[in-house]
Nanobody
Framework: QVQVVESGGGLVQAGGSLILSCAAS????????MGWFRQAPGKDREFVAA????????SYRDSVKGRFSISRDNGKNTVYLQMNRLKREDTAVYYC??????????????WGQGTQVTVSS
């Protein structure tokens, strides 16, 4: 069992930056890939970024490539999402999840409650 809790969301102006953190507790955190997903009002949950258990592999949705960066510190049981040059369309609730390295939400078994990111113009 793994519990995950996101933090770091908030209100930011377009062009600004935020760092989201996801703290995990429970056994075998380092054995799970970690993913970030987001869901805007009226839209489906969508993949943002993922990182393998070792941190050697990462993947991103096209619209955030070059702006967002995912990383993890297995010693601290934490995964991060550095978000730069934020756009209004990045506004959403961001979720952290633990599971199998994939862009598919159903490959992730453990989910956090989400943290709101709002980008203003």
């Amino acid at each position: 069992q793994v519990q995950v809790v996101e933090s770091g969301g908030g209100l930011v102006q377009a062009g600004g930056s935020l760092i989201l953190s996801c703290a995990a507790s429970g056994r075998s955190f380092s054995g799970y890939a970690m993913g970030w997903f987001r869901q805007a009002p009226g839209k489906d949950r969508e993949f943002v970024a993922a990182i393998s258990w070792s941190g050697n592999s990462t993947s991103y949705r096209d619209s955030v490539k070059g702006r967002f960066s995912i990383s993890r510190d297995n010693g601290k049981n934490t995964v991060y999402l550095q978000m730069n040059r934020l756009k209004r369309e990045d506004t959403a609730v961001y979720y952290c999840a633990a599971g199998t390295y994939s862009y598919r939400p159903d490959e992730y078994k453990y989910w956090g409650q989400g943290t709101q990111v709002t980008v203003s113009s």
